[in-house]
């Protein structure tokens, strides 16, 4: 029979890896936790509508990557491509904006987009995501973005720049689009055909595009700064300020659009040049008009999501491969019938006292327990038999000095908690 595989675009975390991802979701919970961020989990599946409102019809995500199907009872259903929309549905059906705002909320959820796998890009993927909602003032967009700094600082991540733009308010964007457009039009025949299209529907899409002959066009066309109004302006002014007094070093970078539908005014990405193509490590911005389109009140709220596996690859580019050592703080090594059973018993009182402890499953020989006992780091180990069982007492090897202690098998989470203190 042939052997059945895991999905293309799919990956199994386990051994060292997945050692790296603890540490990594650590860092995030602790981060988040001085930063007031509180944990939200919404399901993996919400109504196809959620994201074709809250994502946005012309992006690439709602045209090309969602998994999607019906379910046995006729619902169009999707699995979540990003964390943001399922968070404002969440903080509208809880109505949190009634609690003392801002709402201040975390996730650390799996992603589902249908893409082209290479490094850095699959079709199940994580995300680290952060919103605030209820706040327009430019400090709520300073914390996010700092919150994201402090993130890669305590990762070890240095060499990512910060690029921020301003994509301006509703009136801001007709005008600009007025003038991209123009400009556009009068490049049509170099754009590939997608952007041709992209161009009719919303020209801003456009500007993300990664083919090289459309970036070189969209390299000289006009930027969206020129067309801030005078509220957009002071408001990207306060955030530069911020930023520079928190210390926080800045590229303004009008390319930075983004690929989702929704955002307004600030707009950010942190920009990796150590994992190649894929370099975008965060993105985010502020979305004042998302949680209208979903259907609640008009609220202000800004946020990022971050790809977890992009963390993890800059991480490794620039601090080299986690290795953790594999520890056990004692081995239980037996000889005969009687000895096997107490020293699984004796793992048992151990386990039970938060002591780390392994016996043999495997009927290897004593020899082959002690090499295993090797193998799995354990820093004490005894062997016990017949005789150790008749007078209650055995050897306990510390394996790195080679010292022995006298220790009562009877009593042995108390004993092994003094000697090895
Ligand atoms: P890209 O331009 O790389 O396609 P995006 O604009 O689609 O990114 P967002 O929707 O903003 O990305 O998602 C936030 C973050 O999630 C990205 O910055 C990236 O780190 C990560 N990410 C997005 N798509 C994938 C994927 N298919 N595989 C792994 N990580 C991803
Ligand atoms: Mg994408």
């Given amino acids: 029979m042939s052997q059945i595989r895991a999905l293309r675009g799919t990956k199994d975390i386990f051994g060292q890896d997945i050692k790296a991802w603890h540490r990594l979701e650590e860092t995030v919970r602790l981060l988040c936790d001085d930063f007031g961020f509180n944990e939200i989990r919404t399901p993996v599946f919400e109504f196809t509508n959620l994201f074709q409102r809250g994502v946005g019809e012309t992006t690439d995500i709602v045209q090309k990557e969602m998994y999607t199907f019906i379910d046995k009872g006729k619902n169009n259903i999707t699995l979540k491509p990003e964390g943001t929309a399922p968070t404002v549905r969440a903080y509208l059906e809880h109505k949190m904006y009634a609690d003392a705002q801002p709402t201040k909320l975390y996730y650390m959820t799996p992603a ?24 327009e003032s430019p400090t709520a967009d300073a914390e996010v973005i700092a919150i994201a700094s402090t993130l890669l600082d305590r990762l070890g991540i240095k060499k990512v720049d910060l690029h921020i ?78 930023l520079t007094q928190m210390n926080i070093p800045f590229i303004i970078d009008p390319a930075i659009v983004r690929g989702l539908d929704y955002y307004t005014r600030t707009v950010f990405e942190f920009i990796s040049n150590d994992i190649g193509s894929q370099g975008t490590v965060c993105g985010g911005g ?25 963390l993890l690859l800059v991480q490794e580019a620039e601090n080299g491969p986690f290795q953790d050592k594999i520890e056990r703080d004692i081995f239980i090594g037996a000889i005969g019938e009687k000895a096997i059973l107490k020293a699984h018993s004796i793992v048992h009182e151990l386990r039970k006292e938060g002591i780390s402890a392994e016996a043999d499953h495997m009927n290897r020989s004593v020899r082959a327990q002690m090499k295993h006992a090797n193998r799995i780091g354990a820093k004490y180990s005894t062997i016990i038999g017949d005789n150790e069982i008749e007078i209650g007492e055995t050897d306990l090897k510390n394996m790195d ?17 003094k000697i090895s203190k």
């Fill in 286 to 310: 502020r979305y004042d008009k998302l949680v209208e389109e979903v259907g609640g009140e008009p609220t202000p709220a800004v946020g990022f999501g971050a790809g977890i596996e992009r």
């Fill in 165 to 242: 733009n301003s994509l301006g308010g509703p009136e801001c964007r007709t005008k600009y689009n007025e003038t991209l457009s123009k400009f556009l039009q009068e490049h049509k025949g170099g754009l590939c055909n997608l952007c041709q299209e992209r161009m009719e529907i919303n020209p801003l899409r456009v500007l993300d595009c990664k083919n090289p002959n459309c970036s070189q066009i969209v390299e000289d066309a006009p930027t969206v700064l020129e067309c801030l109004g005078e509220e957009c302006q002071a408001h990207f002014d306060k955030l530069q300020e911020l």
């Fill in 112 to 135: 589902f987009r249908y893409e082209k796998p290479q490094a850095g890009r699959q079709r199940q993927f994580h995300q680290f995501g952060i919103e605030m909602f209820g706040s």
């Fill in 401 to 417: 000095t080679g010292d022995v202690t006298k220790v009562s098998l009877s009593n042995l989470p108390n004993e092994f908690k």
